[in-house]
């Protein structure tokens, strides 16, 4: 019988294997089956025992049951395959799958089934694949350890094999200690490959920001210097670069907020928030994303709307970010802005009359670089992160995002974010 304990460890670790290869899969998603210390049934290693990037626990077994006969083959066969996904993973699985054997000493304990939205690259592939050594070991070490406690027992229950059972016991303890040093071996690998990430994004903040804040204050400059020797012509082509690196600045810094929210690195500073005074900042700061469109921005809010206490630069963000989402995707028409308190909550609505989102998308339209028309992508800049930032610092906040959209005749997104009243 195996230890509890040791199986509902080995379980959280399962979960959060699937969660990490479905985040490098570029929210993919993630299947893992796997045979528990203990299980002797022939078909134990095609049990599902975690999920991650599904909506509801029924998609992910609907997923898997579909799928099941290219998991027995790579289980029979302990050979990793490529596939299609017999479209039950729908924009998940637009690339394909890519199926894993969680390979033991002793055979094929499990495998570990990967969608991609798009093709993964080299590194994404490689650190797919150290996640999977990393599975298999935890897997392994796991069986060594319960065949160890089941031989200990044993040994306690009958003396008369005393002898032979000791030698097994031996042959198990050095295994063991094999998959101790492997373990710890793969986890140095992953170690290693969060580290590179970390002076990645380290390196890209001071190699490209401080660069391009140079170029920005530059040309800021040259347009507000008193300098008639440059044509019109010269100064149109400096406002479109100064739009340009301006837009290149907010994508980069987008990333970069991303990455420490994921990191737990962008804390929380409470003070005193006026949110009229923060709508009027991100009115101001749309303006060159509506210039000569023929679109209204409409103030609902209540002059008796009281102050409060908040994170001000992450509530400015956040409606700045929909605010500017709002003014691109609308050509005409209005953009409303409405807010009120409801109970110890700051509740606040983005509507607008633009081109609106269709059902299918709505699904995706968090998803990191998500766009909802790739055909449309040079007509409304971006980088599709605008919206995946609005999510990820209102889950900081305790806060959430509701959609209201359809196609063509616009989009309502309300934000609820806890408050303090001051």
């Given at each position: 019988?195996?230890d509890?304990h040791?199986?509902?460890?080995?379980?959280?670790?399962?979960?959060?294997?699937?969660?990490?290869a479905?985040?490098l899969?570029?929210?993919?998603?993630?299947?893992?089956?796997?045979?528990m210390?203990?299980?002797?049934?022939?078909?134990?290693?095609?049990?599902?025992?975690?999920?991650?990037g599904?909506?509801t626990p029924?998609?992910a077994?609907?997923?898997a049951?579909?799928?099941m006969a290219?998991?027995?083959?790579v289980?029979s066969?302990g050979?990793?395959?490529?596939?299609?996904?017999?479209g039950?993973?729908?924009?998940?699985?637009?690339?394909g799958i890519t199926?894993h054997?969680?390979l033991g000493d002793?055979?094929?304990?499990?495998?570990?089934?990967?969608?991609?939205?798009?093709?993964p690259?080299?590194?994404?592939?490689?650190?797919i694949a150290?996640l999977?050594g990393?599975i298999a070991t935890?897997l392994?070490?796991a069986?060594v350890?319960?065949?160890l406690?089941?031989?200990?027992?044993?040994l306690?229950?009958?003396e008369?094999?005393?002898d032979e059972?000791?030698?097994?016991l031996?042959k198990?303890?050095?295994a063991?200690?094999a998959?101790?040093?492997?373990?710890?071996r793969?986890?140095?690998?992953?170690g290693?490959?969060?580290r590179?990430?970390?002076d990645f994004?380290?390196?890209m903040?001071?190699?490209l920001?401080?660069p391009?804040?140079s170029?920005?204050?530059?040309?800021?400059s040259v347009?507000?210097?008193?300098?008639?020797?440059?044509?019109?012509?010269?100064?149109?082509?400096?406002?479109?670069?100064?739009?340009?690196?301006t837009?290149?600045?907010?994508?980069?810094?987008?990333?970069l907020?991303l990455?420490?929210?994921?990191?737990?690195e962008l804390?929380?500073e409470?003070?005193?928030?006026?949110?009229g005074?923060?709508?009027?900042e991100a009115i101001?700061?749309v303006?060159d994303t509506?210039a000569g469109?023929?679109?209204?921005?409409?103030?609902?809010i209540s002059?008796?709307?009281?102050?409060f206490?908040s994170?001000?630069a992450k509530?400015?963000?956040?409606?700045?970010?929909?605010?500017?989402?709002a003014?691109?995707?609308?050509?005409?028409g209005?953009?409303t802005?409405?807010?009120r308190?409801?109970g110890?909550?700051l509740?606040f609505?983005?509507?607008?009359?633009?081109?609106?989102i269709c059902?299918?998308?709505?699904q995706f339209i968090?998803?990191?670089f998500y766009?909802v028309?790739?055909?449309s992508?040079?007509?409304?800049r971006?980088?599709?992160?605008?919206?995946?930032?609005?999510?990820?610092l209102?889950?900081?906040?305790?806060g959430?995002?509701s959609v209201?959209?359809?196609?063509?005749l616009?989009?309502?997104?309300?934000?609820?974010?806890?408050?303090?009243?001051?």
């Amino acid at each position: 019988m195996s230890d509890p304990h040791q199986t509902q460890a080995l379980s959280d670790a399962l979960r959060g294997a699937a969660a990490r290869a479905a985040g490098l899969a570029g929210n993919g998603a993630c299947l893992v089956f796997a045979r528990m210390p203990g299980e002797r049934s022939p078909n134990a290693a095609e049990q599902l025992r975690a999920a991650s990037g599904f909506d509801t626990p029924d998609a992910a077994r609907a997923a898997a049951g579909a799928l099941m006969a290219t998991i027995r083959e790579v289980v029979s066969s302990g050979q990793a395959t490529r596939a299609s996904d017999e479209g039950q993973l729908g924009k998940m699985g637009l690339a394909g799958i890519t199926v894993h054997p969680l390979l033991g000493d002793q055979g094929v304990n499990g495998a570990l089934l990967v969608s991609h939205p798009a093709e993964p690259s080299q590194p994404v592939a490689q650190q797919i694949a150290q996640l999977v050594g990393s599975i298999a070991t935890h897997l392994d070490y796991a069986h060594v350890c319960n065949e160890l406690q089941a031989l200990r027992s044993s040994l306690c229950e009958s003396e008369s094999i005393a002898d032979e059972k000791s030698d097994e016991l031996l042959k198990l303890s050095e295994a063991l200690f094999a998959q101790d040093i492997e373990l710890l071996r793969s986890n140095e690998k992953l170690g290693k490959i969060e580290r590179l990430k970390n002076d990645f994004i380290e390196k890209m903040s001071r190699e490209l920001r401080t660069p391009l804040n140079s170029i920005i204050e530059a040309v800021i400059s040259v347009l507000t210097g008193e300098n008639e020797t440059i044509s019109e012509s010269a100064k149109d082509c400096l406002r479109n670069a100064l739009d340009e690196g301006t837009a290149f600045q907010r994508t980069l810094e987008n990333i970069l907020d991303l990455w420490r929210i994921k990191q737990g690195e962008l804390p929380i500073e409470i003070q005193e928030v006026s949110f009229g005074e923060l709508l009027e900042e991100a009115i101001f700061s749309v303006q060159d994303t509506l210039a000569g469109k023929p679109v209204q921005i409409v103030k609902e809010i209540s002059p008796s709307l009281p102050k409060f206490r908040s994170d001000l630069a992450k509530v400015n963000q956040i409606l700045f970010l929909l605010l500017d989402n709002a003014s691109k995707f609308t050509l005409e028409g209005e953009i409303t802005v409405k807010a009120r308190l409801a109970g110890e909550e700051l509740e606040f609505e983005i509507s607008d009359t633009g081109i609106g989102i269709c059902a299918d998308d709505q699904q995706f339209i968090f998803d990191d670089f998500y766009q909802v028309d790739d055909r449309s992508s040079g007509r409304y800049r971006g980088a599709g992160l605008g919206l995946t930032l609005v999510r990820d610092l209102l889950i900081l906040l305790d806060g959430d995002i509701s959609v209201v959209s359809e196609a063509g005749l616009g989009s309502c997104m309300t934000c609820r974010v806890p408050i303090e009243l001051s």
